[in-house]
């Protein structure tokens, strides 16, 4: 795979920002509120989320904008409370009518989800707008994704570039990445490598595991730059250490093909079951394969036909020769025992994204 067929992750803009008021509040914004609000802002400091809770929620019930805000998130991640949307909702659109700018982004990110209200698109794009036009960075790199994936706007590159490029310039990290893809996909701009890896290679400076997956593949696969193993390798270690499935995938392909390192098929697999557990379909079909000839692992079909089984549920159409492959040297009993236990793998060890 190409580095211009990286996928811009809507989550990744929004996981960061989501509590970022409430671990943010600017001191004087607190000050101002008083002591109850100091007093709860250091109770979120410290985790006691329900005392943090207990001192908010008066203050957002008398109108304190941060409040109602922070109660907002309270309620958005479960902390000190029950996981309520609606509730969340509730206090969002409190504070976003008195034009607290975080409320007016988590609203978008509610609408976008469908989450304490059905799911709308243009309801999203109406409250990101809100706040990056208020200058709300992240709002703006998700105003950014709207516009260029076409959700609940028409699609247009142009708006997309211009939200991305300010976001970028308030340092936010997805938006450099997104720069980044538009230029290796030539969407809205000339196709342009040699500035998609520079804008990938900032991106990835700051942490983004999405920049450094992409990064790695494309010295992986010599698209735009001078093939390089090695760095290759770093990138994508980079990102597999912080949990990226497709990373994952690729650094153990890197170990099963010795590329960057000594070919290592126990590497391999390992990095190929944590990619698997993430539902990476590739790794699942991989990790049949290793099974099948015991490579890493000692070979045994049951398990080998089972990550066939997950693999195929996925659309593997490779993974569903190999099962046919298998099954012929399988009998009757075997096969219900592989289905069984790819039905226990898909219930108890697989986390499918939302």
């Known amino acids: 795979m190409s580095a211009y067929n990286t996928p811009m992750r809507m989550d990744s803009?929004?996981?960061?920002?989501?509590?970022?008021?409430?671990?943010?509040?600017?001191?004087?914004?607190?000050?101002?509120?008083?002591?109850?609000?100091?007093?709860?802002?250091?109770?979120?400091?410290?985790?006691?989320?329900?005392?943090?809770?207990?001192?908010?929620?008066?203050?957002?019930?008398?109108?304190?904008?941060?409040?109602?805000?922070?109660?907002?998130?309270?309620?958005?991640?479960?902390?000190?409370?029950?996981?309520?949307?609606?509730?969340?909702?509730?206090?969002?659109?409190?504070?976003?009518a008195q034009g607290d700018t975080g409320a007016q982004f988590n609203l978008g990110n509610l609408f976008r989800r469908g989450q304490g209200a059905p799911a709308d698109a243009a309801e999203a794009v109406r409250w990101y707008t809100k706040a990056a036009e208020a200058g709300h960075p992240q709002a703006q790199a998700a105003l950014g994704y709207m516009y260029a994936t076409g959700r609940g706007v028409p699609r247009d590159d142009a708006t997309a570039l211009e939200w991305y490029r300010k976001a970028a310039d308030r340092g936010v990290a997805q938006a450099i990445y997104d720069l980044g893809v538009m230029y290796a996909r030539g969407q809205g701009v000339d196709r342009d490598p040699a500035e998609a890896e520079r804008r990938y290679r900032a991106a990835a400076d700051k942490g983004l595991s999405d920049a450094q997956n992409a990064l790695g593949k494309m010295y992986r696969d010599g698209d735009g730059v001078k093939a390089d193993d090695a760095e290759a390798l770093r990138w994508l270690r980079a990102a597999a250490d912080q949990k990226h499935p497709e990373a994952e995938y690729l650094l153990g392909a890197m170990y099963g093909e010795g590329r960057g390192t000594p070919q290592d098929y126990a590497q391999a697999v390992y990095w190929w079951t944590r990619a698997a557990r993430q539902n990476e379909t590739d790794a699942q079909y991989l990790l049949c394969l290793a099974y099948r000839l015991g490579h890493g692992v000692p070979a045994d079909k049951i398990k080998a036909c089972a990550w066939c089984e997950?693999?195929?549920?996925?659309?593997?159409?490779?993974?569903?020769?190999?099962?046919?492959?298998?099954?012929?040297?399988?009998?009757?009993?075997?096969?219900k025992q592989a289905e069984d236990v790819a039905a226990l793998l898909t219930k108890n060890y697989i986390t499918k994204p939302e």
């Open 13 to 96: 803009i929004l996981r960061a920002a989501i509590i970022a008021g409430l671990c943010g509040v600017p001191l004087a914004t607190v000050q101002a509120a008083g002591t109850d609000n100091e007093s709860a802002f250091a109770a979120a400091q410290r985790g006691d989320y329900a005392r943090a809770y207990s001192l908010w929620k008066p203050l957002a019930e008398g109108g304190d904008a941060r409040a109602q805000y922070n109660v907002g998130v309270l309620y958005e991640r479960g902390l000190g409370v029950d996981v309520d949307y609606a509730q969340a909702m509730y206090w969002y659109l409190k504070a976003a």
């Open 310 to 335: 997950i693999a195929v549920a996925n659309g593997s159409r490779e993974a569903a020769d190999t099962r046919a492959s298998l099954i012929k040297d399988m009998n009757r009993d075997e096969v």
